[in-house]
């Protein structure tokens, strides 16, 4: 289905279908895959992550289907801009762990509910960790394994940023130690594509995780214990270009506070594939 303004839906998985949003980026690879749920034959349909605040974007949202409500997966701007916009144009109600982030009467999300809406039974999972509102969506009913809206906690392509100080590495191990107990359920991400198993996944970040906190031992090794973020950050992330530096830089101060048994929360920005 494509509107004469240019977005396109696409499936996504039995269940779901996407619209991308037009806010490419180095943090946000090809945009942010705003998604449509619904079950077979039902008129009314949940979004997930309205994305940035761009009029067509947001009305090819609004005419794809009766929006009955609007989730988010975090408080990130290219995720939840657009929120308010929407819900003034279709009257959903928008739903969000942070009550920062609803909208028009809709309650803060809690871990462990079940939203029945649009034909669908979706179950919310807290996962910290990217943020510290971010939530993940399950749907046990898309296809053999179900499937899971993974927002920024599992990306298409790359690695997340731990938005530190806000984001945390002890939470964000926690939290794929969550996602790998729902199998091999497909991996619906906020940016990127459709990947096919959410333990395989899980276990190649955790994998990655564990092979740069080993790097970060070893920087702190040689230039000792109180070195700076600046300072890890130009052995471990050599490589890295200028655009996506401050988030290497946040990824590190997240894994030397879990490193140094620190903790801490705040606030910062942004989605990420340096990790």
């Known amino acids: 289905m494509t509107f004469a303004s240019g977005p396109t839906l696409q499936r996504s998985s039995r269940l779901t279908q996407f619209i991308l949003a037009p806010n490419p980026g180095p943090m946000s690879l090809d945009g942010t895959n705003s998604y449509l749920l619904r079950a077979p034959g039902h008129s009314s349909v949940v979004v997930v992550d309205p994305g940035p605040q761009d009029e067509t974007h947001l009305a090819a949202l609004a005419a794809a289907g009766a929006v009955e409500l609007i989730l988010v997966t975090h408080r990130h701007a290219d995720h939840t801009a657009g929120s308010g916009r929407l819900h003034g144009l279709t009257g959903a109600p928008v739903r969000a762990m942070d009550f920062a982030h609803c909208h028009g009467g809709g309650a803060p999300l809690a871990h462990g509910e079940a939203i029945r809406a649009a034909g ?92 740069r906190l080993a790097q970060i031992r070893a920087v702190l090794g040689r230039l000792g214990r109180d070195a700076t973020v600046g300072e890890v950050a130009d052995a471990v992330y050599a490589d890295v270009g200028p655009s996506v530096r401050r988030a290497a830089e946040r990824s590190v101060a997240a894994q030397l506070s879990y490193l140094r048994g620190d903790g801490g929360d705040g606030q910062a920005a942004t989605a990420g594939t340096v990790g």
């Open 120 to 211: 669908l039974d979706i179950t919310v999972l807290a996962t910290p960790g990217h943020t510290s509102d971010s939530a993940c969506f399950h749907l046990p009913a898309d296809g053999q394994n179900g499937s899971v809206l993974t927002g920024d906690t599992v990306l298409g392509r790359g690695t997340t940023v731990l938005d530190y100080p806000d984001g945390a590495l002890g939470d964000y191990l926690a939290s794929l130690d969550s996602l790998e107990a729902l199998g091999a359920a497909t991996v619906l991400p906020a940016h990127g594509p459709v990947l096919p198993s959410l333990e395989a996944i899980v276990r190649d970040y955790r994998t990655h995780r564990e092979e």
